[in-house]
């Protein structure tokens, strides 16, 4: 078993049974065996003449996320459900600012619209029936000790609104049973200060926006079609060491470089759980698509088949209350007040852009990189239900 040791600035430490592998730029010869301790003290040793010196562990690479199987024993991969209802909001208000965003919203109405969401999502009518077949508890625990971690959205000046995050969370604690501590809200990247700047109102008591969480600090595998520093990349260490349980994924509707599909939603979400340095070099493209195909994002796979075992990224919810042709500064340029969810990120992407970014409001995405979104995945345009329409609430 491969084991490294990554520590600030670059330098790597590798033991695999015999000693064999570079320190400080020097090669080392020594054939002979090399106890853990011995190894872990060499690695502090050297971490020592570093600034502010790290270490973590990379996890093994794992078998490639198998094309086309299911990322959750409920939902099928290509349904995706969106709604828009002027209701949700009292007044139109196109470049009001986060907090002018949350007095206009009605949450009741929000509230009530998701839950239309998540029945459409599962087909049910019983809303409590269909969060309960959304989420999935984790084998060997009960709902209070589940772990959940939400992924917002915190760049500059749009955030998720209130009413959206606050609904997600009485979800979780109150039909669910989730404890209120083991909620967690982060943005790795851009979370700093989130709890002071973009203090969510209607939160459960206990609920930890976490600002950063600690970022994304620890390395693990990243599959094809990346092919960057080895094929690792740092990300959020809860996600890596298998804490979280259960990851939930709200993304805003943004503009961003056509390079991405001239947009930013829940696949560039992640942007903010995985490290974003790589997005801006070469093959930030196949950078994208390779993070939301890990077990951190999609959850453990069977190492023969690739099939998820156990879902971790159980929901995708687009909050497009307040949305932008540019970005991701600056204020909304739109209110279209619309919300869509899904299961599988890329597929969820696909169908917003095209069919309500694209024909709704005339932002024509990038199509060469958004259709990439469902072939990287295994899929075509054909695939896709209901003659590729996205399905209206």
């Known amino acids: 078993m491969l084991e490294e040791i990554v520590l600030c600035g670059g330098t ?14 020097k090669k080392e010869t020594d054939v002979g065996k090399i106890s853990r301790r011995r190894f872990i003290q060499q690695a502090v040793v050297t971490g020592a003449a570093l600034t502010a010196a790290t270490t973590v562990f990379v996890r093994k690479a794992p078998a490639a996320w198998a094309k086309k199987t299911p990322v959750h024993p409920s939902v099928d991969n290509l349904r995706v459900v969106g709604l828009a209802d002027t209701g949700m909001t009292k007044n139109h208000e196109t470049g ?20 239309r969401l998540a029945c459409a999502l599962v087909e ?17 625990k009960s709902w209070s000790d589940a772990v959940v971690a939400i992924k917002t959205n915190n760049i ?87 804490s979280v349980d259960i990851l939930i ?7 961003h470089s056509s390079r991405f599909g001239g947009f930013t939603m829940t696949m560039k979400n992640h942007f903010g759980t995985f490290s974003p340095s790589p997005g801006h070099q070469s093959g930030s493209q196949d950078y994208l698509i390779a993070i939301n195909k890990t077990p951190e994002i999609l959850g453990p796979m069977d190492k023969k088949t690739g099939k998820v075992l156990y879902p ?18 600056g204020n909304p340029s739109h209110q279209p007040n619309f919300l ?51 399905i209206e609430v």
């Open 156 to 242: 500059a000046q749009q955030h998720t609104r209130s009413a959206v995050m606050a609904k997600m969370v009485h979800t979780l604690t109150n039909t669910l049973g989730v404890r209120p501590a083991n909620l967690h809200i982060y943005d790795a990247c851009h979370g700093y200060d989130m709890g002071k700047y973009t203090p969510f109102a209607g939160l459960v008591e206990g609920c930890r926006i976490e600002d950063t969480w600690g970022g994304s600090t620890t390395f693990t595998a990243v599959p094809a079609p990346w092919k960057g520093s080895g094929g690792r990349a740092s990300c959020l260490r809860h996600l890596v060491d298998g």
């Open 124 to 140: 049910t009518r019983n809303s409590e029936e269909a969060w309960r077949q959304i989420f999935i508890k984790p084998p060997r």
């Open 12 to 25: 790597v430490l590798q033991r695999w049974g015999y000693f064999s592998h570079n320190i400080a730029g």
């Open 96 to 115: 009001s600012s986060w907090a002018r965003q949350n007095e206009l919203v009605m949450s009741e109405v929000v509230w009530a619209n998701i839950d």
């Open 340 to 390: 869509a969810m899904g299961v599988l990120s890329p597929v969820v992407d696909y169908q917003v852009a095209t069919q309500f970014r694209g024909k709704k409001l005339s932002w024509e995405p990038n199509r060469e990189m958004t259709r990439r979104m469902l072939t990287e995945f295994g899929y075509t345009e054909a695939d896709l239900p209901a003659g590729g329409r996205l």
């Open 312 to 329: 971790r990224q159980q929901l995708c919810l687009v909050d497009a209350l307040w949305a932008s042709k540019g970005g991701p500064g």
């Open 249 to 255: 994924n709200i993304a805003l509707c943004k503009g």
